[in-house]
């Protein structure tokens, strides 16, 4: 797990030591670069050392220097396709490096090297015989990959403020991905906030030529449903077995290490599974588990995880959170995240990966788990909506909106006043735009007069649209899968959690997005997932017995932060940082949470993390 930075073109090493500086916090294990100054190809490395810590120093090259990589991530069948690679021919100089699998597989299969993959991972490829730069991202997008084409330099990095540390990248704003950061509360790949900077997406790859200047972009893979009528014919207990063994094989190949690993555990039925399945594979005294507590009891889930931490006898350890204290962190923490997203718990997050790294370099985690599986209360709503949409008069809807904003206003993890605002909110919207807005900080009229302009469903909501007529069944919960599992995922949970652990040093694995129990999650039919107001069934079903009847049981709680009473007691933003927005507007809605007469959360919150995102280095 590392930081990548380089460029092609204008530019000297001056440059690329302050792009390999601004993200020297995901590599403090060592750093290299490569200067090819009669091609004009920079590249710089961060290394945050996990496998083969002596010989794996990247940049790395083949035998003769005409394939090098620079690369972020981990393979975990580096091992089969070493193998591979060695039976045509291929000679391997580092012991068990899977960077090296790299060179040596694009020398092998070229632009067909991605799809090989089994991994997280954003690397960049310099071909010196074919003249070109090659980058590529891991299928759902876990490792960061963003880029600069144009003018005179093609410029890829880490993090968008390595990028902007070259002078041929210009941070004029982007309007539409700010007013999609206000719907989504995350800017959708490929857009960034600035207009000269593109994210490269999940199962994508890029080739820039440097003989004649073109880049060809294509997408190698996507999720896609695919329900499989002989999986629907197979009893759920069977079934329960398969997803079981292929989960414990999945982490069994996130357990390759050579430095200390152990595991973020909420109490929840993912991260559960995680540690029940790191059990079948390590003796107790071998696993360390990491677990947040809050001293606000609706925040508070660390009994569940020491539950779970009991029965699998692993080496516990519980960091308990000051809700006060936390608070007066917020903006800092903001302040160092080059993206800004608009999901509080990157808060919780970030103190957990922080209290992991003072004991271990590498932690599973239960991400993914939820938008494969119908963990988020979004997909009980989905039914209501239905049932009241096809009774209830939008006029009628609208009142009952209006209504809701007079209940009172509760600062608890979910309260309920807040869930039924939220579902009143979003009701009359067109059902491909359900999720997104239940979910936003702002409605569309709301954007608009942020942004003085119009801000129309098919523009600012293209990305939601677009999932949700690509599902492969005509069902809400299917077409609410490929949302969560193409867009919330990738660019919000995935880029939470990397900045977060990243920040800290820390590697973080995910076996639900492993590729072969992602496939079966897609090819599996939805009654398994969601059933009769059952999330998650047949994940329980596949742990039952040996994740504790409690943990299974209870309600879905979230990892979430009280912003609601924390906006009410800081400061807004300083005025003129955002230009582009009607900032006056925000902080009378500022002025309204404050005084406790509207609630404002969201929309606030996403204002602060866009105001400080990428400040402290800037």
Same mark, same amino acid.
């Given at each position: 797990m590392c930081g990548i930075a380089g460029f092609a073109g204008a530019g000297d090493a001056a440059v690329l030591a302050a792009m390999a500086a601004s993200i020297a916090h995901r590599g403090p294990d060592g750093a290299g670069s490569l200067i090819d100054e009669s091609a004009r190809v920079f590249l710089a490395h961060r290394r945050l050392a996990i496998l083969d810590p002596t010989r794996g120093a990247q940049p790395l090259g083949n035998e003769d220097g005409s394939v090098v990589v620079v690369f972020n991530g981990e393979i975990y069948n580096h091992h089969q396709l070493r193998?591979?690679?060695?039976?045509?021919?291929h000679r391997f100089v580092t012991d068990h490096c899977d960077t090296e699998v790299l060179v040596h597989g694009w020398e092998e299969w070229g632009e067909d090297l991605p799809g090989r993959l089994d991994g997280m991972f954003a690397f960049a490829l310099w071909d010196r015989r074919r003249h070109l730069l090659f980058l590529a991202r891991d299928r759902f997008g876990k490792k960061p990959l963003y880029y600069a084409a144009g003018g005179d330099a093609f410029v890829f990095g880490s993090e968008l403020t390595a990028l902007l540390r070259h002078p041929a990248v210009d941070d004029a704003a982007d309007r539409l991905a700010?007013?999609?950061?206000? @719907?989504?509360?995350?800017?959708?790949?490929? =857009?960034?906030?600035?207009? $000269?900077?593109?994210?490269?997406?999940?199962?994508? %790859?890029?080739?820039?030529?440097?003989? &004649?200047?073109?880049?060809?972009?294509?997408?190698? %893979?996507?999720?896609?449903?695919?329900? &499989?009528? $002989?999986?629907?014919?197979?009893?759920?207990? !069977?079934? @329960?077995?398969?997803? *079981?063994? =292929?989960? #414990? !094989?999945?982490?069994? *190949?996130?357990?390759? #290490? !050579?430095?200390?690993?152990? @595991?973020?555990?909420?109490?929840?039925? !993912? #991260?559960?599974?995680?540690v029940w399945a790191m059990a079948q594979h390590l003796p107790p005294e071998r696993i360390e588990t990491f677990a947040m507590g809050f001293d606000e009891p609706s925040f508070d889930e660390s009994a569940y995880a020491q539950t779970m931490a009991e029965a699998v006898g692993s080496r516990h350890h519980r960091d308990v959170c000051r809700l006060e204290e936390a608070r007066d962190g917020l903006v800092p923490l903001l302040s160092r995240l080059d993206e800004p997203i608009a999901d509080s718990s990157v808060l919780p997050t970030w103190r957990v990966c922080r209290f992991a790294a003072g004991r271990v370099k590498v932690a599973l985690t239960g991400d993914g788990g939820d938008e494969l599986f119908a963990g988020y209360d979004p997909f009980l709503a989905l039914a209501p909506t239905r049932a009241w949409r096809a009774v209830v008069p939008g006029a009628v809807s609208g009142w009952c909106a209006g209504l809701a904003g007079h209940l009172p206003r509760s600062d608890a993890n979910m309260s309920l006043d807040f869930k039924i605002r939220r579902w009143l909110g979003g009701v009359r919207a067109a059902p491909a735009c359900w999720i997104p807005t239940w979910m936003a900080p702002l409605a569309l009229d709301e954007i608009a007069r942020l942004f003085g302009e119009p801000a129309p469903a098919e523009e600012v909501y293209a990305e939601a649209l677009a999932a949700w007529d690509a599902a492969g069944a005509d069902h809400p919960v299917d077409r609410a899968l490929e949302y969560f599992t193409r867009l919330y995922l990738q660019d919000d949970i995935l880029v939470k959690s990397d900045r977060a652990s990243?920040?800290?040093?820390?590697?973080?694995?995910?076996?639900?997005?492993?590729?072969?129990?992602?496939d079966f999650a897609a090819r599996l039919p939805r009654r398994f997932k969601l059933h009769r107001g059952e999330r998650k069934r047949l994940l329980k079903r596949a742990f039952a017995g040996r994740v504790p009847d409690s943990l299974l049981r209870r309600r879905k709680k979230g990892f979430g932060m009280p912003i609601g009473a924390w906006l009410r007691r800081l400061d807004p933003p300083p005025a003129g940082r955002l230009p582009e927005l009607d900032e006056s507007w925000l902080a009378a809605r500022w002025e309204r949470h404050r005084r406790n007469e509207s609630d404002e959360r969201l929309a606030l919150f996403c204002w602060l993390a866009l105001a400080h995102a990428g400040t402290e280095t800037t």
């Open positions: 193998r591979t690679l060695i039976g045509r021919g700010l007013k999609k950061l206000f @719907a989504y509360g995350f800017i959708p790949a490929p =857009l960034t906030r600035y207009r $000269a900077v593109r994210k490269l997406p999940g199962g994508h %790859w890029l080739r820039c030529d440097l003989g &004649d200047g073109g880049i060809e972009q294509r997408e190698y %893979w996507r999720f896609r449903l695919a329900p &499989d009528p $002989a999986l629907a014919r197979r009893g759920i207990d !069977d079934l @329960a077995e398969e997803l *079981r063994t =292929l989960f #414990s !094989d999945a982490v069994a *190949r996130r357990l390759e #290490s !050579d430095v200390p690993l152990g @595991a973020l555990l909420s109490g929840g039925v !993912d #991260s559960s599974a995680v990243m920040l800290n040093g820390l590697e973080l694995r995910s076996p639900f997005l492993d590729a072969a129990v992602v």
